[in-house]
Every structure is written in structure tokens, then in C-alpha cells.
């Protein structure tokens, strides 16, 4: 069995930081690509970044510039530092990985209120 556990949700003033994180843990034989989404209520699911188990990474336009993705996979986690945060960030972050377990397939984590407010 895999869970994928998120962390680092929170308000946060425009213009702050915050650093998100995603651990793996079960019956895992490897990890390809991690990535993050978000969504707001109301609307669809978005793409956010990606990293490739080679480490290659793809971003949203609209995060470019102010957000990094990177991935430990010793620890089988991987991390979103959010920096230069405006409203329109505010979502629920989900965390996803494409994995081999007993199968390989996508797995999707509950998901981090992230809420960006003064």
C-alpha cells in the first residue's frame, strides 16, 4: 500500500514564502515523475510543476520565476518552494507521483490548503 502525505500548508501574506512537501512511503519499487497541482473551488484541477526522476522539471506560466520544485529520492519526497505568493495562489495543493508498486500507476496525496490573504 502507498500514501503520499503533504505538508506545509498555511496562510500567508501576499509577497511571502512558503515550502510544501510531499513524502512517499509503502510498497515502492521506484518513482518516476512528481509533480504538484492545485485547484480553487469551482474549478478544474491544474498542472502546477513536475520533476522527472532525472530531475528535469516543467512549470505552470504562471508560477515561473517564483516557484521551484525539487525531489529527494532517498527520502522519496518531493518539495514546492512557493516564493513571491499572490491571491490568486491561494488552492489546495495536491502532490502526485507516478510510481511502481505492486503495479505501476498514478497516486494522489489529500491535498494542502495553501491561502494567500493580508
Known amino acids: 500500500q502507498v500514501q503520499l502525505v503533504e505538508s506545509g500548508g498555511g496562510l500567508v501574506q501576499p509577497g511571502g514564502s512558503l515550502r510544501l512537501s510531499c513524502a512517499a512511503s509503502?510498497?515502492?519499487?521506484?518513482?518516476?515523475?512528481m509533480g504538484w497541482y492545485r485547484q480553487d473551488p469551482g474549478k478544474q484541477r491544474e498542472l502546477v510543476a513536475t520533476?522527472?526522476?532525472?530531475?528535469?522539471?516543467n512549470y505552470a506560466d504562471s508560477v515561473k520565476g517564483r516557484f521551484t520544485i525539487s525531489r529527494d529520492n532517498a527520502k522519496n519526497t518531493v518539495y514546492l518552494q512557493m516564493n513571491k505568493l499572490k491571491p490568486e495562489d491561494t488552492a489546495v495543493y495536491y502532490c502526485?507521483?507516478?510510481?511502481?508498486?505492486?503495479?505501476?500507476?498514478?497516486?494522489w496525496g489529500k491535498g494542502t490548503l495553501v491561502t494567500v490573504s493580508s
Open positions: 502526485n507521483t507516478d510510481l511502481l508498486s505492486t503495479i505501476r500507476r498514478e497516486y
Open positions: 509503502g510498497n515502492i519499487f521506484y518513482i518516476y515523475t
Open positions: 520533476i522527472t526522476s532525472g530531475g528535469s522539471t
